[in-house]
């Protein structure tokens, strides 16, 4: 089985441009002012689409939206319609709970009410998918409720290869200003999946970059976003910026005997490939 995973898109109302509203820029600022996040999206759908073998699922980890509007979801729905494969949403801290059930929620994997929480079954890997959102707030939680839905779920199913999907990662990266708006509960968390053996990873979003750890018996690990990564830095006192280094997607591979491997892969127009070595005459 092949997963694909994007996250952090940051879509805005058709025709609308991503800008830092941290600080003064000029129109005639080629970055921040000009962050097409709808065009890097589209992107990385006809990427997705393109590969060869075709991922059986894409997994779409949180901040699907700058701001969690109605406009910003019908853009997103429009952006992701040509995916040739099926693909599943969880909301991050930029997202809104009421407004992305109400734009998603025909397509069958939302609850009607409460969090938006769901497995997808059916295939080699079990999907569960957690809703660490706050109204309101950049950190995440999962609350009693939430994780006692996940211990549950997860006891269901004992022998099902897992993976599980949240936006804040359940651990701390020395990235400071991006710690401070971290998963509040981290142990609480980890403690559920530490009863869990068969959770293979815990894929996330929020960071903007790649990075793993050792997390509960498993590999907890975020994907590099599609549009503008986080500046990695990680003296104390770092400013929360971004840079454009290449956005981009993860696959996850899973073979029967031999586990779970996730390769991390850029998006954009690269020079190649090219043979190592001359053809044989």
């Given at each position: 089985?092949?997963?694909?995973?994007?996250?952090?898109?940051?879509?805005?109302?058709?025709?609308?441009?991503?800008?830092?509203?941290?600080?003064?820029?000029?129109?005639?600022?080629?970055?921040?002012?000009?962050?097409?996040?709808?065009?890097?999206?589209?992107?990385?759908?006809?990427?997705?689409?393109?590969?060869?073998?075709?991922?059986?699922?894409?997994?779409?980890?949180?901040?699907?939206?700058?701001?969690?509007?109605?406009?910003?979801?019908?853009?997103?729905?429009?952006?992701?319609?040509?995916?040739?494969?099926?693909?599943?949403?969880?909301?991050?801290?930029?997202?809104?709970?009421?407004?992305?059930?109400?734009?998603?929620?025909?397509?069958?994997?939302?609850?009607?009410?409460?969090?938006?929480?769901?497995?997808?079954?059916?295939?080699?890997?079990?999907?569960?998918?957690?809703?660490?959102?706050?109204?309101?707030?950049?950190?995440?939680?999962?609350?009693?409720?939430?994780?006692?839905?996940?211990?549950?779920?997860?006891?269901?199913?004992?022998?099902?290869?897992?993976?599980?999907?949240?936006?804040?990662?359940?651990?701390?990266?020395?990235?400071?200003?991006?710690?401070?708006?971290?998963?509040?509960?981290?142990?609480?968390?980890?403690?559920?999946?530490?009863?869990?053996?068969?959770?293979?990873?815990?894929?996330?979003?929020?960071?903007?970059?790649?990075?793993?750890?050792?997390?509960?018996?498993?590999?907890?690990?975020t994907c590099p976003a599609?549009?503008?990564?986080?500046?990695?830095?990680?003296?104390?006192?770092?400013?929360?910026?971004?840079?454009?280094?290449?956005?981009?997607?993860?696959?996850?591979?899973?073979?029967?005997?031999?586990?779970?491997?996730?390769?991390?892969?850029?998006?954009?127009d690269w020079p190649g490939?090219?043979?190592?070595?001359?053809?044989p005459r």
């Amino acid at each position: 089985m092949l997963v694909a995973q994007i996250t952090d898109m940051h879509i805005l109302a058709e025709g609308k441009l991503f800008h830092s509203p941290r600080r003064a820029i000029p129109d005639s600022d080629p970055g921040w002012s000009h962050i097409d996040t709808a065009a890097h999206l589209a992107q990385a759908v006809a990427t997705l689409n393109a590969l060869r073998p075709m991922p059986d699922v894409t997994v779409i980890t949180g901040d699907l939206t700058d701001h969690g509007g109605a406009e910003e979801y019908t853009n997103l729905r429009a952006l992701l319609a040509p995916l040739r494969m099926p693909y599943f949403l969880i909301p991050g801290n930029h997202d809104k709970r009421d407004e992305l059930r109400a734009a998603f929620g025909a397509d069958g994997y939302f609850p009607a009410r409460g969090f938006l929480q769901y497995t997808v079954e059916g295939h080699p890997l079990r999907i569960v998918a957690l809703d660490t959102h706050i109204p309101a707030s950049p950190d995440g939680e999962l609350c009693a409720e939430r994780l006692g839905w996940l211990d549950a779920t997860l006891k269901a199913a004992p022998a099902q290869p897992t993976l599980v999907l949240m936006h804040h990662p359940p651990f701390a990266v020395g990235i400071e200003h991006m710690d401070r708006h971290a998963l509040r509960n981290p142990a609480a968390f980890a403690e559920v999946i530490g009863r869990h053996p068969q959770v293979e990873r815990v894929l996330c979003g929020h960071l903007h970059r790649t990075i793993h750890r050792r997390f509960a018996g498993t590999i907890a690990g975020t994907c590099p976003a599609t549009a503008h990564q986080l500046v990695l830095d990680i003296n104390p006192g770092a400013q929360a910026e971004f840079i454009f280094e290449p956005p981009g997607y993860q696959l996850h591979l899973w073979r029967e005997g031999e586990g779970l491997v996730t390769h991390t892969a850029a998006l954009g127009d690269w020079p190649g490939p090219f043979p190592y070595h001359a053809a044989p005459r």
